[in-house]
Structures are given as C-alpha cells and as structure tokens.
C-alpha cells in the first residue's frame, strides 16, 4: 500500500504529516515509530494525521517517534495551517482545529496564498499537578525542588496541551547533558504518564533560551507547548509579565508567546513545508 506524505516543520520540529482526507493509515503508531527514524525513515519528530472534524474545521492525531500518541502540538498546529489553507481544504483565516487537548484556534498570516506564518491560541493553562497528571500535593508546583539522577532542581510544572516541566537554570543550556538526564525527567515516579522537560536560561526582560526534552521522541529542535510553558512558568515565578510577548529561542528557532491576562497563551512563529514524497507500507 502507497502511503502520500508531506514533511513540515515548524522552528525545525519536524513532523511527517499524512492528508487523511483522502487516504487510511491502518497503523499510525507502528508508521510513526517505523518512518520517524532518521537513518532508516523519512525522519522527524513524529507523525501527524490532518483529517476531517465532526466539530471543528478539521482534526489533528500526531504520534511521537516512539509510536506513542500525544494530545497536542503548538508546532505541528501551526504547519496543518498552512498545509490546509494553501491547499484549500480550508480557506479561513481563523482556523479551528480539534485536537486531544481540546479545540485551538489558529490564525493565518498569509500574502498571496502562502502561509507565511501563524498564530495559535494555545488555550488555558493548566496548574493543578493532576492535570499533568503529576503525583505531587498543593494546588501548584511552581519552583519546588525535585531530585533527578542525584541532583536537585528547581521546577514548576504546567500543562499546555502537553504536560511540562519548566527548569530555569544558569547552568547554559548548550552546555546540559540532555542524553543523560532527559530521560531520567521524562520518567520520573512523580509522572505516571511521563513529562516533557523544558531547560532555560534567561537572557534579558521577555528573552528566554530554551532546549527540550519530549516524553515520546527526546530532545527536539523546538516545541511549542513548552514554549508556552516556559512562558506561564516565567510570569509565575516573576521572571516575565502578563500580557508581555517573550520571545522564546529554541534550537530551530524563535516563537513568540504571551499569556494574557485573560488566561489564555498566545503563540506566534513559521510553519515551513520541505518536500513531498511516498512510501510502501
């Protein structure tokens, strides 16, 4: 069976992204671990599904590299825009798009048909340490210790579609050994259900460097839910305001991200398409 994909990213986290408008992928999971490989696949962070919505104008599944399913993708959201509005599948230039983690709303900045880039209401944060799910007491975990491989952190943990925990440091965070102790993040007891772990340095007022750890495909080039997080974790622990656009550098990129006094985040950044192509499954 010939399958037709496109390869996408957004501030470098890549995705393989499949029209499931128009054709049936039997097995996501085993497609995702199988063509995510980087050597012996299409490469990418992982796969993503665009297809019709019963309740919005079109629907996302996105699965990790390790085949395993995530709820929501602040990068890959943007890339389905672009992908469905330059085909015109869906012509609007605010776009709703369902997902695991609830209906995103993402806005189109285009010039002469091309999606030059968009912007994605994330939604409201979430706090409460079993919405992570997190086994941990309290009504918050904003900058309290954890213990990693012998070593303790400062942390605060926030669900913006996917589950974060936010590290600020002043170790660099070129110079962090992510192989070493990302893993050991991701599978901490405290996270039955694992964590994607954001490190950051912060560089002046509203300027954060950032690396990532993602439960599911390791360290990424950019992720979008946890720039968002790093965001909500910096106005809670005093480091940014409310209302104030912080730009985000990640290793493929910057995102432009706020928290509004309203409660919901605000992302803005590329959605970049690389090459089409199609494999045998």
Known sequence: MEIRFTKMHGA???YIYVNAFEQTLEDPP???????????GIGGDGLVLIGPSEIADVRMRMFNADGSEGRMCGNASRCIAKYVYERGICQKETIRLETLAGIKELHVHAEGGRVQAVTVNMGTPKLHPADLPMLAEGETFVEQAIEVAGRTYQATAVNTGAPHLVVFTTTPVHELPLGEIGPRFERHPLFPDRVNTDFVNQLGAGDFQMRVFERGSGETLACGTGASAVVVAAVLTGRARRDQEVCVHLLGGELYVSWLSGGDVIMRGPAVEVFEGCVDV
Do not use: P
């Open 30 to 40: 085993a497609f995702a671990a199988r063509f995510s490989d980087r050597h012996k």
């Open 12 to 14: 470098g986290n890549d």
